[in-house]
């Protein structure tokens, strides 16, 4: 297939050798002069995924219409902030019927969309297609297993994506659960950011398996509300997602957590990872969401108290523990 890839950050980067591999034409664009000259001479992005050598037959350009025309699917994979400019600017130059695979894993702050309803308002004509699960670039780069799942609104287009992406390293499911994958990808990151904060404090092991477990949790009450399915959030855009972002050391947003938990301000941990902790931006969304959908989100509102208020992590941790006594599961009732 001849395939254009709409950002050159560390996920474009792996997936555009990803795809090389797998026998396709590969077009990368970048909107960064500076960035695609650095590729070009290089076949390598030194800053965001150094050692990961692209194929000389990879074409990068600042040119968008030459990475759009003639393509039979485009993987979106600008940070999700900037998925809605994106597709706006493409948009004049999508025919009808062309295939969107969006990678990136956000909720836009303004609107509380999904980030595949962002790009379908923007390119009505387009048929969308999302990837997520536990997929770090440094891994996926070097050709490490990897597992994820494909959503789409019908089977022909997901089984589609599934035979363009999946190789001998890494295996693609298929879903028709387009919401439940997209708010899994998205709400994990805010629980990152409250595991990174927990080890920034010096919390162990025992914090962060609650955290995690406690954020599956809060994750599935407002997704399976929004209408996903239950079962999603057991699987690898949800459970499997989680757990990788909360424990990585690839992990930007359990990385700025960190910082965070140390004492720095979410800016200045954002400005030392020196790449979009996409946890920030959904954070306010997710508040947003549990407000709107009247599902109780502790985790998350602590961590937007943390990043937006200046309330001290430490006291936010204590306050998650301090809370009323409840049952661990509410729909199981004791025998009599």
């Known amino acids: 297939m001849n395939i254009g890839i709409l950002g050159a950050g560390s996920w474009g980067i792996a997936l555009a050798r990803l795809l090389s591999l797998n026998g396709n034409e590969i077009t990368v664009w970048s909107i960064d002069p500076e960035e695609i000259a650095m590729l070009n001479e290089y076949c390598e992005h030194k800053t965001k995924l150094p050692g990961v050598i692209l194929s000389g037959a990879t074409t990068f350009t600042t040119d968008l219409e030459l990475a759009i025309k003639g393509k039979d699917l485009l993987v979106m994979a600008v940070p999700s902030p900037f998925v809605r400019s994106t597709a706006k600017i ?17 909720i ?3 609107t509380l969309m ?19 699960g536990p997929s770090h670039a440094e891994e996926v780069g070097k050709s490490m297993p990897t597992t994820v799942v494909v959503g789409a609104h019908d089977e022909e287009l997901a089984k589609l994506v599934q035979d363009t992406f999946m190789n001998d390293f890494f295996r693609v499911y298929t879903s028709p659960d387009m919401v439940g994958i997209e708010l899994g990808g998205a709400l994990k ?35 399976t509300k929004m209408g996903g399915n239950p079962e999603t959030f057991s699987g690898l855009s949800g459970i ?19 910082l965070i938990g140390q004492g720095k301000t979410y800016s200045e941990a954002m400005d030392e990872v020196k790449m979009i902790v996409e946890g920030v931006y959904s954070a306010k969304a997710a508040r947003a969401l549990a407000e709107k959908y009247d599902v109780s989100m502790p985790i998350v509102e602590a961590v937007n108290r943390v990043l937006f208020e200046d309330y001290p992590a430490k006291k936010a941790l204590n306050k998650l523990l301090t809370r009323d006594k409840k049952d661990e599961i509410a729909d199981i009732s004791w025998d009599d």
């Open 90 to 106: 493409a948009a004049p130059y999508i025919e009808d019927g062309q295939i969107i695979v969006n990678v990136a894993k956000g």
């Open 240 to 258: 499997g997602d989680l757990i990788v972002t909360c424990a990585s050391v690839h992990s930007r947003n359990r990385k700025a957590g960190f």
């Open 189 to 223: 990151n805010v629980i990152a950011l409250a595991a990174g904060i927990a080890d920034g404090l010096g919390c162990g092991d025992n914090t962060k398996a609650a955290l995690i477990t406690r954020g599956i949790h809060e994750i599935k009450n407002l997704g």
């Open 114 to 132: 999904r980030l595949s309803q962002v790009i379908e308002e923007e390119i009505p004509n387009a048929k969308v297609a999302v990837l997520s």
């Open 108 to 110: 836009e702050e303004e």
